[in-house]
């Protein structure tokens, strides 16, 4: 009985320490930089059930509120992200793909045909291929053949995660010289050293198309001085 009554007194005093250090704390953080704005979300991903992030534009600052455990990996995260812009060159190939033929499971029918799987291992009729060079927050843009142009926004990059999200990667139509119109639009988050496959459903002008980008960090290189 004695034993049970230290034990639940052991539990009693130590249940109150738990709640202080488990107790949410502030963390305050002036980017210098980047744009605060840009690692928000990161940061929000990182939080704990009762944390909360505040962001002043207007200071540059992220202000944090989040157990002490999870601050100092929160911490951690905005001054890796808080670097230099960096440099990426974005590798893409543009194939042209064959129309898919319509096979069903007992006679031709379009609602059987598996046009992701097809599309992912079809031999292209022509490929392209362009090298994109920008740094975080930079555009850049190069053409794919003569019928195709692609155009990237570099948001940032994650250092914890290697990928650099986009804050635009668009894939254009080109006649006689002059863009027509997007085919492929929107923001977009890639791994870096690693290609992603972006697939074009076909309409009645144009036959479908398999765009493969692939980011890669660019080292800086200083020249050093003549002598």
Known sequence: MNCRRWLAWSLAAAIPLWLVAQEAEKLTYTLRHRDVRSVAARVAEELGPQGQVWVDGAKNQVTVQ????RLVQIRRLVSELDAPARRFA?????DVLPRAEAKGLFRPSPQFVDMTAWAESAKPVATYSCVLDLREGGRASAALGQAYRLDAKAQGYDPSRRRLAFESLTLSA????????????????????????????????????????????VPEVQQPEAR
Not at 66 to 69: A, G, K, L, Y
Not at 90 to 94: F, K, R
Not at 180 to 209: D, S
């Open 66 to 69: 989040d157990t002490p455990s």
């Open 90 to 94: 974005i590798a893409a190939q543009l």
């Open 174 to 217: 080109v006649e006689g010289g002059k863009v027509t119109g997007p085919i492929l639009q929107g923001a977009a988050v890639l791994p870096v050293g690693a290609p992603t496959v972006l697939l074009v459903n076909p309409n009645e002008f144009r036959p479908p198309l398999r765009l493969r980008a692939t980011p890669q960090i």
